[in-house]
């Protein structure tokens, strides 16, 4: 009865820290997504204050872990053929900067197979499609993300 007992309260607990652990890398992921939108209004923002507005469009496209101060944990550079679980990594084929999560029990990925979640630095008119996400558009260009999925 003891064993059984410690059994089920072990399960619990489990639960419990694998609940934790994955609405701590759903923070992580979206905080590194906030860094890079602020990074990019960072260099935005610069290059109006240059006078460089015109080469503002060259971000598009550009791998957004340039705007950050320091990589990401798990960043590999450019992807290669498989991405390993908590990975982040730039598709250059794409222009995208991709993360595969470790724990993906509370996401839902809206496209059949998809596995991984991507974002891209677009122009405006890339917006148009219907992509979604949370930033603002600064001087006509923005960090979306290009995977339908969704957090429960």
């Known amino acids: 009865m003891v064993a059984a007992i410690i059994v089920l309260l072990a399960a619990v607990l489990l639960n419990a820290v694998y609940y934790v652990q ?3 890398e759903r923070t992580v992921i979206e905080a590194t997504v906030l860094n890079i939108e602020k990074g990019l209004e960072i260099e935005v923002r610069t290059r109006e204050i240059r006078g460089q507005a015109l080469s503002i469009r060259d971000l598009v496209g550009v791998n957004p872990v340039s705007f950050l101060a320091k990589p990401p ?3 590999a550079g450019v992807c290669r053929k ?4 908590g990975e982040w990594c730039f598709d250059e084929a794409t222009r995208e900067i991709v993360y595969r999560p470790r ?3 509370s996401l839902e990925f809206r496209e059949p197979g998809r ?21 603002a558009v600064v001087g006509g260009i923005r960090v979306f993300s290009t995977t339908s999925f969704v957090w429960h």
């Not at 498989?82 to 679980?85: D, G, H, R, V």
């Open 22 to 24: 994955e609405k701590a």
């Open 73 to 75: 944990e798990g960043y």
């Open 82 to 85: 498989t991405k390993a679980p």
């Open 103 to 105: 724990l993906e029990a």
């Open 115 to 135: 596995r991984d979640l991507r974002w891209r630095v677009g122009s405006a008119e890339e917006l148009a499609g219907g992509h979604t996400g949370g930033s």
